[in-house]
């Protein structure tokens, strides 16, 4: 009996909830780290880079809008779906040179339900009612900054990944993603994940290719509010954050080494892509 | 329209105890500067006030040795509850002599009195008095890190609108949070940031702690770029700020930016009129108008317009402008020839471009730099003065029909500082406040400030927040 010929998957970018080709056509090779072929992952392009920001601003004033409950929800049916497809990450991290494949799903899992349990508490933690010295009633609250662009973590393919997206939409932001130059297939299927997670089309939009080639077009992206810049040498992030001074962007400044993503995530990338609202009003009858 | 004669009641200069000149405040003392000396100028009359030293790159480096040193040897290692009775002794000798500030703003500024002396001073000493008890509780002011420690050095550059109290704002929650700090005022109003350093020392600060370095442009440039810096906080225009943070690129620096504005100011049908009038003239005419958060883009609900253009025509025939030391006075004189150039040519071109221009009669002084309160209508959403920080006395008025329509022309802009609703629906107040993307929203109110209250900008307005337990972030390394 001859051995079943297995079903191939292609690798595609996922813009606004579906899974085009590059705009440009344009692929290249992704291998194991000994050099064994597993696919042609889509090459994005500066207009990729355009559509997907394109995307993610249709989506986020929705997404925002969404009850915290609803977003957290959301998050956690993203940690049901990775946990159902434990088995396909193990194998594909193990070709990408995860050291330890089982424990990074592990961790890529628990992450989202740790920030599945953030969206409903931020407004409360980093919020404030104000004792302002004056008939006002005075708070404050923590809203989405907007589109945030991403680029990945190098190195860890899933759980770096999902440690930086995460925080970003649990508050209410979209994102445009730049995944793992070297590493991009354990981000596609994790698009594939979202895709079937009440994840609306657009919040997370993800893009394969030259980390290099595309973060300069996303750091000049006049509708691009923030930039996370995980995934990119120090040398390499003073020219991205030149251009992204143009439109005042936050910028969550390049690591000097990639971090140690099993650490305690803390709340400082949740904070970090939020804005604080004060709203005044007179007491008086 | 009623002519109301007022007797002259002008405060008096001396209170000021304005001297000819002033020094730069580096490690505890004054000294001349390396940069040469600036004329400051009193903008209701041009005379000269006081000459000051200029620092120059040889005084910056002092200065920022001089707040290492005392990061490193006093400031850093004292004890939370220490570092909170420097800072009570400070608000409360700024209270004692609040007077003497308030003159003294007013004749290097221009603003009226009335304003260094209600607002100004008198919140410059609470935000020094709000920070001081912070500066023991730090474990209680971010969540989840009990244990954050300062930054370093901090340097600032501050604008010469409210030039001590955002000498305060950038000052109070930097040393609370155990920084010391070397602030560059504004080249056109450093007169009360100096004296405020006179008061670090009456306080006994210990030297190095707060430096204060006079300057123009370069003075700042050469400071925010200090390698020995750790942190900038930076309040003036977009167009710098943006200059600074590509300066900090790839440094790893902290900033905070707080930077211009063209803020709604939104009036539904349904608002109290009479009150929303003294709020559109508060939201623009209050200190000239130079006012990062003014409400400089007027939005009136159509079916209210006719009304609310005679109520504010009607009410501004009243303000008076004139001698800023005179307690009458509403409207203060611009604070620099400059200022006034650029307000002018926007004017211009808000009338070239098709807006329809009208002040009150207005008596101008002969000597200083005025602009009377102007008002234009039939502004489009393109035109420059519906785009531009004009940051002086000039609004732009513009109308709606729906709720919907107000958001979509209140959010048309790259800024995001502030924003202003009026309506009687508590409903309405909400949800508009929650579309606005602004940073500080006023509803049936404008332009209120208060230490316990977090302000800064959205979008290009800039970004971090200072007042209230998250304006102390800026300043702690979490």
């Known amino acids: ?285 | 329209m009623a002519d109301w004669e007022y007797a002259p009641a002008p405060e008096s200069r001396a209170i000021g105890r304005l001297r000819e000149s002033y020094g730069m405040f580096v490690d505890g003392e004054f000294s001349g500067g390396d940069g040469g000396t600036l004329k400051t100028v009193n903008p209701a009359d041009e005379e000269v006030l006081a000459e000051v030293a200029v620092a120059g790159e040889a005084d910056v480096d002092r200065a920022v040795a001089a707040a290492r040193r005392a990061y490193e040897t006093t400031w850093g290692p004292m004890p939370g509850r220490d570092r909170a009775k420097y800072l009570f002794r400070i608000a409360r000798i700024v209270q004692e002599r609040s007077r003497e500030l308030a003159v003294l703003e007013t004749l290097d500024n221009g603003k009226p009195i009335k304003e260094s002396r209600d607002v100004d001073v008198p919140l410059a000493a609470a935000h020094f008095f709000y920070h001081a008890g912070w500066a023991d509780k730090l474990a209680y002011a971010i969540p989840g890190r009990p244990d954050p420690r300062p930054l370093g050095v901090a340097g600032q550059v501050i604008p010469w609108n409210f030039p001590l109290l955002m000498a305060a704002w950038k000052l109070a929650p930097a040393l609370a949070a155990g920084n010391t700090v070397v602030l560059k005022p504004a080249e056109t109003t450093p007169l009360t940031a100096l004296v405020l350093a006179e008061i670090c020392q009456q306080a006994d600060l210990p030297p190095g702690v707060v430096n204060v370095l006079p300057g123009a442009g370069a003075t700042g440039a050469a400071l925010v770029r200090h390698p020995g810096i750790d942190k900038v906080a930076f309040t003036g225009s977009t167009e710098v700020g943006r200059e600074i943070q590509r300066t900090l690129a790839g440094t790893g620096k902290r900033l905070t930016l707080e930077l211009g504005g063209k803020a709604a100011n939104v009036i539904f049908d349904d608002a109290p009129l009479d009150q929303a009038v003294e709020g559109i003239v508060n939201g623009i005419f209050f200190n000239q108008g130079h006012v990062c958060c003014a409400g400089s883009r007027l939005l009136v609900q159509e079916s209210v317009y006719d009304e609310v253009i005679a109520k504010l025509q009607r009410r501004l025939g009243t303000l008076r402008m004139g001698d800023p030391l005179d307690k009458n006075t509403d409207l203060g004189a611009i604070n620099s020839a400059e200022q006034l150039a650029r307000v002018r040519e926007l004017s211009d071109i808000g009338e070239a471009e098709g807006a329809h221009r009208w002040s009150p009669a207005c008596p101008i002084p002969e000597r200083g730099y005025w602009f009377p309160p102007t008002v234009f209508t039939d502004v489009t959403q393109s035109s420059r003065i519906a785009r531009d920080e004009v940051f002086g006395p000039v609004l732009a008025v513009l109308t709606f029909r729906t709720p919907a329509e107000a958001v979509e022309k209140a959010n048309n802009t790259p800024y995001g500082l502030s924003a202003g609703v009026w309506t009687e629906k508590g409903s309405r107040i909400l949800w508009m406040s929650r579309q606005l993307r602004a940073g500080v929203v006023w509803s049936n109110t404008f332009n209120k400030f208060d230490p316990t209250s977090p302000f800064g900008g959205y979008k290009e307005s800039g970004f971090g927040r200072e007042g209230g337990r998250q304006g102390l972030e800026a300043y702690l390394d979490v």
């Open chain 1, 1 to 285: 009996m001859s051995e079943r010929l297995g079903v191939r998957k292609t690798y595609k970018l996922y813009i606004g909830g579906a899974f085009p080709r590059s705009e440009s056509g344009r692929s290249y090779e992704v291998s194991t780290v000994d050099g064994r072929f597993l696919a042609n992952a889509a090459q994005a392009s500066r207009k990729d880079v355009r559509d997907a920001v394109v995307a993610a601003r249709k989506a986020q004033p929705g997404w925002a809008k969404a009850t915290a409950y609803n977003r957290g929800q959301v998050l956690y049916r993203v940690a049901e779906m990775l946990e159902g497809r434990r088995d396909q990450f193990v194998a594909e991290l193990g070709d990408s040179g995860a050291a330890d494949p089982e424990s990074e799903v592990d961790g890529a899992i628990d992450r989202w339900v740790w920030y599945a349990g953030w969206a409903d508490k931020v407004t409360a933690v980093l919020g404030a009612v104000n004792p302002v010295a004056g008939p006002y009633f005075d708070f404050s609250l923590p809203e989405p900054t907007g589109v945030v662009g991403v680029i990945a973590p190098q190195r860890s393919a899933l759980l770096g990944l999902v440690s930086v997206v995460a925080p970003v939409i649990a508050t209410g932001n979209t994102c445009v993603v730049v995944a793992a130059t070297d590493r991009p297939l354990p981000a596609i299927t994790l698009a594939e994940v979202l895709a079937t997670s009440d994840l609306p089309g657009g919040v997370v939009n993800l893009l394969t290719g030259s980390a290099a080639e595309l973060a300069p077009w996303l750091a000049a992206h006049a509708d691009v509010n923030a930039l996370d810049l995980a995934g990119v040498e120090p040398e390499a992030a003073v020219d991205l954050e030149r251009a992204a001074a143009q439109t005042v962007k936050r910028v969550l400044p390049a690591p000097a080494a990639e971090p140690d993503w099993t650490a305690d995530p803390g709340t400082s990338r949740l904070s970090r892509f939020l804005e604080l609202k004060t709203v005044w009003h007179p007491m008086g009858v």
